[in-house]
């Protein structure tokens, strides 16, 4: 069974001490990454695979241990090497306490630097198998069971060509999965080309999708390929597959079944390796009654389906989604770490989110803006929050409020039509046409 070579990150302030630890780390055939700061980790271990977390303690702005404490609740599966030049029977017990598996002592030979490596490697798992690529949940998270089942549909497509329909609300995360798909899989080093169908004009789509020869129509100057050529051998992404016009839909399918496409003004025809993900947020067996969408390219597009599910039914994820959000633009744009309060976490389970992940994000960071230190209920924006909805008064014709109104002051005058006449300001005769 093949390894890899671990990926150790290594965080301390004093480049010296950065550069002698990558130096020993790499020849002991170890992958390094270098961060001189928490903030630069935090980057790092988001966007990378990390196996051990190596950190110094003492650091401006934010310190090693609160670097432990954070890692240690957001990625609780990576072991944590201290090294410190402190050594302390309390300071020990607050490095353990806060997360780290081990800790070594400032000055450290080589030796005692290997050993403290591999013995922390080994506590989680002695053995790295090899992997495809990065986590899926790099990216995409949750632990909901519509999450899970679509985590697992990406498994099973990742290496092979199968074209995959992607169904789902808008803001669910159709074009995550769609690249998770090919990130994850054995064509991962190959183009991924996205293209928004229903963002380009009808008229151009063909070109754009199949490209062109010089002269095909006005303002074409010269040969271009289009995205399928920019495709060839990775994956073309076709977001809103239901705004594309029936004459682009022909030549879809054909590129399908054929694997070949025809550029607009040429007769030359072109041999591709392109595997199609397409994504829509319309119901496409209605188009297809509507005779708007060819019922053989929906067959040809649905070898395997993927519908993925609007937030408000994985509510269990909104609490990992938050947690992500506000990690990314506190750094961003507070340049530190916030928290959430219980009571506006549950306003955020609450909520229906209409719009959702794209709206929770958005939820976010408009309350990481509005906060300073944890976001509250006052950092929220009001259409989250408990409304109460009076019922509508019914509209009615103005003789008829006014008939209504009159007979009230009748009631209060016990029909005394001479005292109502003149509460009202009318004369009796009025007050009899008023009735009739």
Known sequence: MELLKENILIVDDDINILELLQRHLQSLNYHIYKAVSVKQALYILKDTEIDLLITDIQMPEVDGLELIKYASEHYPKIPKLVITGFPSVDGALNVIKSGATDYLTKPFTKEELKISVKKSLESISPIKLVKSNKNLNIEMIGNSPAFLKITDIINRVKDNKATVLVQGESGTGKELVSRAIHYSGKFSRE??????????????????????????????????NGFFQAANKGTLFLDEIGNASLAVQTKLLRALQEKEITKVGSQKVEKIDVRIIAATNENLSVIIDQKKFREDLYYRLTVVQIVVPPLRDRKEDIKLLAD????????????????????????????????????????????????????????????????????KASLKPLAEIEKEYIQNVLNATNNNKTKAAEILQIDRKTLREKLK
């Open 324 to 391: 992500k959000f506000i990690k990314k633009y506190g750094i961003e744009y507070k340049d530190r770490l916030l928290s959430i309060s219980q009571n506006a976490l549950s306003i955020l389970q609450r909520y229906q989110w209409p719009g959702n992940i794209r709206e929770l994000e958005n939820v976010i960071q408009h309350a990481v803006i509005m906060s300073d230190h944890s976001i509250d209920l006052e950092n929220l924006p009001d259409n989250l929050k408990y409304k109460i909805n009076f019922p």
């Open 191 to 224: 183009p991924f080309i996205a293209v928004n169908c229903a963002a380009i004009p009808e008229n151009l789509l063909e070109a754009e999708l199949f490209g062109y020869t010089k002269g095909a129509f006005t303002g074409a100057n010269e040969n271009r």
